[in-house]
C-alpha cells in the first residue's frame, strides 16, 4: 500500500500516473466526490501489491536472523526497511519496521445504534469480513435494574447472522440521550437490582440469540469501583460460555475518587472480563477546546497503563470513524464522519494540516463569517494507530460507530490486516 500526500497543484490524474493506479480507483477507496477536485493536506490511500509492514518492539535476545524467521522475510528486506540498523546493536525497546506476508491478526467489534425500519444489509456487506463482533446500543434498564429495549433490533441482527459478524447486546446507563450515573450507581449496590439486571439480560440473550454482551456503563459513581467489580463476576458466571465485553473510559493512572476514571479497576475486570475495550477516543470532546479525537501519544500512554494490569490478548482500544467540527471561539460543537469532514475540506477549499506528534489532520474553515477548526481522521492517523495494536501485541479494536462511512479504512484492513471470526 502506499500513502499520497495532495499537494498543490496535483489532480487524481497525475496520482494514477505516479502509482499506476486507475483514476475511479483511487476516487472509490477514498470517498472522493469527484474526480476533478483535490486538496492540499488530503491524505489518499493507494493499493498496491507491495508486502504489509508489521511493526515489532526489540526485546532481550532478539537477532535479526531470528526475527526474519519469526516474520517470513528475509534479513536483507529488514535492513532495507529500517536504514542504519546495526544487527550488532539492537536496542531493546526500538521500533523495527518489518516487510512481512504474516499479516497481523486481530478481533475488531463495530459498535451501532440502530434505526427502526432501516436494513443494515447493504451496511454490512462491504465490511463484514472486516468484524468479528458487531455491539448493538439498542438496550438500557431501569432503576429496579430491569434490562429493556429501546429502539428495534431485530434488522440489524438479521444482518449480522447473514454476514457472519457476531452480534453482541450493548446495554448501557443511557436515558434521556444522556449517560445516567445515579442510575447505574443505585443498580449496582443493591443485589436485588444486580440479579434483577442479569436475570433480564439473559432473557433478551437467548431469544434473540446474541452471541454475548458488551457493557457499557459511563460515569460509574467511584463509590460503586468494588460493586462493578462484584457484578461483573455475577453476569459472567450466569454468562457462561457467552461473551463478556466491558467497555471502560481511558484513563493512564488510577485515580479511584475520580467521578469519571475512578469506577473502572482495571485489574479486577480484566481478570473477568473475556474482552476489555478502552476508549481511548474523546481527548478532543464536545464543547470542549478544540483537540485531536485520539492523538497517538495519548493512546500510547493509555495503552501502556493498561497493559501493565489487563493481558493484552484481552485488550482492545478504541479508534473512531468521526471528527468534531468547533465553531470558535464559543467551542459549540458538531460530530462529522470521517468521510464527511475529509470531503468538507475539499469543498471548502481549506488546506488541510497534520500535526505529527498527535498524528492527527485539522483544518479551519469559515462559514457565515464564523470561524470552525475540525479534527478527524484519515489513513495516515489510523495507519499510526494500527502500529499501536502490532506493538503492544493487542487483541484489536473497536470502531465507534460503523453507520459512519471511512472506506480508505476498510480498503485498509481488507489489504493489510487478517480479521479472525473464532
Request: glycine share 6%; proline share 7%; net charge negative.
Given at each position: ?104 491478526v486481530l478481533k475488531t467489534l463495530g459498535f451501532i445504534v ?178 485531536p479525537i485520539s492523538p497517538i501519544w495519548w493512546m500510547e ?122
Open positions: 500500500m502506499a500513502i499520497h500526500i495532495v499537494q498543490r497543484g496535483e489532480t487524481l490524474w497525475n496520482i494514477s500516473q505516479i502509482y499506476g493506479a486507475p483514476v475511479e480507483t483511487i476516487r472509490a477507496v477514498n470517498g472522493l466526490p469527484t474526480i476533478d477536485r483535490l486538496t492540499p493536506g488530503l491524505s489518499l490511500y493507494i493499493p498496491d501489491q507491495h508486502l504489509s509492514m508489521r511493526y515489532y518492539k526489540i526485546k532481550a535476545g532478539d537477532t535479526i536472523n531470528k526475527l526474519a524467521q519469526q516474520f517470513n522475510t528475509s534479513p536483507f528486506q529488514l535492513y532495507d526497511a529500517n536504514p542504519g540498523l546495526n544487527p550488532s546493536q539492537l536496542t531493546v525497546g526500538s521500533v523495527l519496521v518489518i516487510p512481512s506476508p504474516n499479516k497481523n440502530p434505526n427502526p425500519g432501516v436494513s443494515y444489509t447493504s451496511t454490512l456487506e462491504g465490511i463484514a469480513n472486516n468484524l468479528t463482533y458487531i455491539a448493538v446500543a439498542a438496550y438500557s434498564f431501569t432503576e429496579e435494574g430491569y434490562v429493556y429495549i429501546q429502539t428495534d433490533d431485530d434488522n440489524i441482527l438479521s444482518a449480522s447472522k447473514q454476514w457472519d459478524v457476531t452480534p453482541l447486546l450493548m446495554v448501557r446507563n443511557y436515558t434521556d440521550e444522556d449517560f445516567n450515573p445515579e442510575l447505574i450507581g443505585n443498580v449496582l449496590k443493591e443485589p436485588v437490582f444486580r440479579r434483577n439486571f442479569i436475570d433480564s439480560l439473559l432473557h433478551f440473550i437467548m431469544e434473540k440469540g446474541y452471541g454475548g454482551v458488551s457493557i457499557d456503563f459511563e460515569f460509574i459513581p467511584p463509590l460503586q469501583r468494588a460493586n462493578f467489580v462484584v457484578f461483573l463476576y455475577e453476569l459472567k458466571q450466569r454468562l457462561g460460555s457467552l461473551l463478556l465485553h466491558v467497555n471502560v473510559h481511558a484513563k493512564t493512572e488510577d485515580i479511584p475518587s475520580n467521578p469519571i476514571i475512578g469506577a473502572y479497576d482495571y485489574e479486577e475486570i480484566g481478570n473477568v472480563a473475556d474482552i476489555v475495550a478502552v476508549m481511548t477516543i474523546d481527548y478532543g470532546y464536545p464543547t470542549g477546546p478544540p483537540n500512554q493509555v495503552i501502556r497503563f493498561a497493559t501493565s494490569l489487563i493481558d493484552p490478548n484481552k485488550l482492545q482500544v478504541s479508534f473512531p470513524l468521526y471528527g468534531y467540527d468547533w465553531k470558535v471561539p464559543e467551542n459549540t460543537t458538531s460530530a462529522r464522519s470521517v468521510l464527511n469532514a475529509q470531503n468538507l475540506a475539499i469543498q471548502s477549499g481549506s488546506i488541510i494540516q497534520y500535526d505529527t506528534n498527535a498524528a492527527s489532520p485539522f483544518y479551519h474553515y469559515w462559514k457565515a463569517g464564523e470561524n470552525h477548526i475540525v479534527w478527524f481522521e484519515d489513513i495516515r492517523s489510523f495507519q499510526e494507530k494500527y502500529k499501536l495494536l502490532d506493538i503492544y501485541n493487542l487483541l484489536g479494536t473497536t470502531y465507534w460507530q460503523i453507520s459512519l462511512p471511512f472506506p480508505q479504512n476498510w480498503r485498509f484492513v481488507s489489504e493489510n490486516l487478517i480479521i479472525s471470526k473464532e
